[in-house]
């Protein structure tokens, strides 16, 4: 099946592709993107990882490189084609983005995806972040000083910058380093409120509950099949009873099968609509931050609609939930979070030849 994934989730790309298009300016600025694109990753070029078994006479013979891990009984190679891109949903009611000020009012990254291109199987996987995932975070006071780093929930990190740009950098290191240090291409912070517009755009989403729960003035009954329309998708796919331990674990799951859902109802209404891409856009804007440029976006335009998408390829992370002292601990099962990794960011390589 077509990845049109990639208009819903990078759905700016589409919009600038067609201006360029037309000013027939296409090409050059494609180009430069995919130089651009590989240019301003994270410091390092590569992931810090490392292997887990010891090397054979015949492997350590041959020349190793520096990004090859051994594991499992394999060696590995990482991906350096990939494209990564970190995909936020910020739990902020506001009608448009806005520079903030102050200690931890950049606003939480409730929702945390990082979107995967793969240009050797051309492919995109999407790999969903627990809210609670626990990690290094970077603590600033109320006038933006470092103070220390400090372990605590993944979501919380975007709150530590400006609610802008800084937030979004400040978020990015700690989902990179949560992943051995990934380099990623790109990120886009979309606010909350901004699912009720973006999820009316495609005529609304399909979803059945697999639980009871009740959200405000909305009740969800599992296996009743149901039309989420305006602020009842937002409802669906943002709240949880806190009450209940694993609540944000529920919520990640509703969220995939939202995802998937709204992926398939978008393919099914660009079809029907060529301009719809158009028009979400236009109704988003002003509620997104984004450090793609053009020309990166005209170069994967071009490149990620070529690609497949399967719902196999949406992960979320391994581990266990507990209860800290006030707030819920998601701790990823280190063994299970590396395996997944070497899945999708690295490919084995023959040693036969």
């Not at 009740?214 to 099949?225: A, L, N, P, Q």
């Not at 039309?227 to 609540?247: V, W």
């Not at 158009?278 to 997104?288: F, L, N, T």
């Not at 399967?310 to 701790?331: A, I, P, Q, S």
């Amino acid at each position: 099946m077509k990845n049109r994934v990639n208009k819903i989730l990078l759905i700016w790309a589409i919009i600038v592709t067609l201006i360029l298009v037309g000013v027939g300016v296409f090409e050059v600025t494609r180009i430069l993107g995919r130089s651009n694109l590989f240019a301003k990753k994270a410091v390092n070029n590569t992931p810090v990882t490392t292997s887990t078994e010891v090397l054979t006479e015949a492997e350590d013979a041959l020349e190793w490189q520096d990004d090859w891990v051994k594991h499992d009984g394999k060696i590995y190679d990482y991906n350096e084609d990939i494209m990564t891109f970190l995909i936020m949903g910020i739990d902020k009611a506001d009608e448009e983005v806005q520079k903030v000020y102050g200690e931890i009012n950049g606003g939480q990254a409730d929702a945390l995806f990082l979107l995967v291109f793969n240009p050797h199987d051309k492919s995109t996987k999407v790999i969903g972040i627990n809210r609670n995932t626990m990690t290094d975070l970077e603590i600033y006071d109320e006038y933006n000083n470092f103070v220390t780093t400090y372990k605590a929930q993944v979501c919380l990190q975007h709150g530590f910058g400006d609610g802008v740009e800084g937030s979004c950098e400040l978020q990015e290191r700690a989902v990179s380093n949560l992943f051995y240090q990934l380099p990623i291409h790109g990120y886009a912070a979309i606010n909350m409120s901004a699912i009720a517009t973006i999820n009316d755009a495609v005529g609304g989403v399909d979803v059945t509950p697999t639980t009871d729960f009740k959200v405000g003035d909305y009740s969800f009954k599992k296996g009743e099949e149901v039309h989420l329309e305006g602020e009842q998708a937002l409802a669906y796919i943002r709240g949880r009873d806190r009450n209940q331990i694993g609540s944000a674990d529920k919520r990640l799951e509703r969220q995939k099968q939202y995802l998937t859902a709204f992926i398939n109802k978008t393919i099914e209404e660009t079809e029907k609509n060529p301009t719809l891409v158009v028009d979400v856009y236009k109704a988003i804007s002003k509620q997104m931050t984004t450090n793609v440029t053009v020309d990166e976006l005209s170069y994967l335009a071009t490149t990620v609609s070529k690609y497949t998408f399967d719902t196999k390829n949406f992960y979320l992370l391994k581990g266990k939930t507990v209860m800290g002292e006030k707030f819920e601990e998601f701790y990823p099962d280190t063994d299970s979070l590396y395996d997944m990794f070497l899945e999708i960011f690295y490919e084995t390589i023959d040693t036969s030849k």
